[in-house]
């Protein structure tokens, strides 16, 4: 490979922080200026500034570099694409160190087993905090969305309402 190595990292929240991916990236190798970095993007999601850029980088003979492939996607389908994507352009990925073979029935396998993975853990966050709000909802800590207007204030901007109403001309 004589190209350049291209890094990915992203994290799911705003609280999370990017730099053990930040620090694993550049012990692989790559340039700080060539990471790129999405920071509160679910993996679930395609639609990521930072993976969008990283991918717009890449050219034939590259290398994509991630730390991990939940790190790049979160389910079979958008891993299988991202790959898919990569190879047709003539660029290699790496996942954590180890480079993805697409040609090789093993690599193609042990990839599969990582993207299955990755989307088994997504699916299990998310049950888990559905059934987590459920008992919350349930014991009363979980009321939905709260007015933005205390009850003092919606007063007045019912009243206010209430007198354009009754002043609109048919």
């Given amino acids: 490979m004589n190209g350049i190595r291209i890094g990915y990292a992203r994290v799911s929240t705003a609280d999370q922080d990017l730099t053990s991916q930040r620090d694993a990236l550049l012990r692989l190798g790559i340039l700080d200026s060539n990471i790129y970095v999405d920071h509160g993007r679910t993996g679930t999601n395609r639609a990521r500034p930072g993976l969008r850029e990283a991918l717009a980088a890449v050219r034939e003979g590259d ?44 690599g193609r396998l042990l990839f599969n087993v990582l993207a299955m ?3 088994f853990e997504r699916d299990l ?27 003092r204030g919606r007063g007045p901007v019912r009243s206010a309402t209430a007198l354009l109403i009754r002043s609109e001309v048919p």
Avoid: C, F, N, W
Wanted: proline fraction near 4%.
């Fill in 63 to 106: 290398m994509l570099v991630v730390t991990k492939l939940d790190r790049l996607a979160r389910s079979v389908r958008d891993a299988r694409d991202i790959a898919d994507e990569l190879t047709a352009k003539g660029v290699a990925l790496s996942l954590g160190g180890s480079r993805y073979d697409p040609t090789d029935p093993v």
């Fill in 117 to 119: 993975v990755a989307e």
């Fill in 125 to 151: 966050i998310s049950m888990r905090t559905k059934e987590g709000m459920a008992v919350a909802r349930a014991k009363g800590h979980l009321k939905g969305k709260q007015p933005k207007l205390s009850a």
